[in-house]
């Protein structure tokens, strides 16, 4: 999706699983929608201009040490107080929705996967505040249970907004085998 605003012509970026990804205003930046993944995305505004930062990901593969460097590298210490950083994702799974074939890797029970992500919310805080950004972290949604959340940040606005819906249907989380014959 495409806006115009008096002739600048901004657009949605969409952000999936293990990317980092930059852009300045009239953009946004738009997660894909996450259930127990983390979805991190901060707005630096200089005075000048409008940087948004964005990432997705999970225990498995975790982009965050990546994407805080990115941002010490971008803001000076002493601007941090222009830096807005917003975090969702997080949520757990139920039984009405995980069944064996939902983790790829044969490794992980409903309980097990449950837990990763309440560590992996519990590390993205720590380390969120280890690298010095806790005081900029301006809101914390973690995704209700069962859902997928998106993360949007609003650069022509310098806004998030968090969209969650309900996981409709079981093969959002599998992979489909082929009917026997």
């Known amino acids: 999706m495409s806006k115009n605003n008096g002739g600048i012509v901004g657009y949605d970026i969409k ?20 259930s127990s993944e983390i979805v991190v995305g901060a707005i630096y505004s200089d005075g000048d201009s409008i940087t948004g930062y964005m990432t997705v990901f999970d225990s498995f593969l975790n982009t965050l040490d990546a994407f805080l460097d990115r941002i010490k590298t971008d803001v000076p210490d002493e601007k941090k107080s222009q830096l807005e950083i917003y975090i969702g994702g997080g949520g757990e799974l ?3 929705i995980f069944f064996s074939e939902f983790d790829e890797r044969g490794k992980y029970t409903l309980t097990e996967l449950n837990e990763l992500a309440e560590q992996n919310k519990a590390d993205t805080l720590h380390k969120i505040a280890e690298a010095g950004y806790e005081e900029c972290i301006k809101e914390k949604r973690w995704a209700p249970e069962d859902s997928l959340q998106t993360l949007i940040l609003d650069l022509e606005r310098s806004e998030a907004f968090y969209e969650e819906e309900p996981i409709q249907e079981y093969d959002t989380f599998r992979k489909v085998a082929p009917e026997p014959f």
């Open 15 to 34: 952000v999936d699983p293990y990317e980092i990804k930059t852009t300045i205003s009239p953009n946004r930046l738009v997660s894909s929608g996450v």
């Open 94 to 96: 139920s039984e009405d």
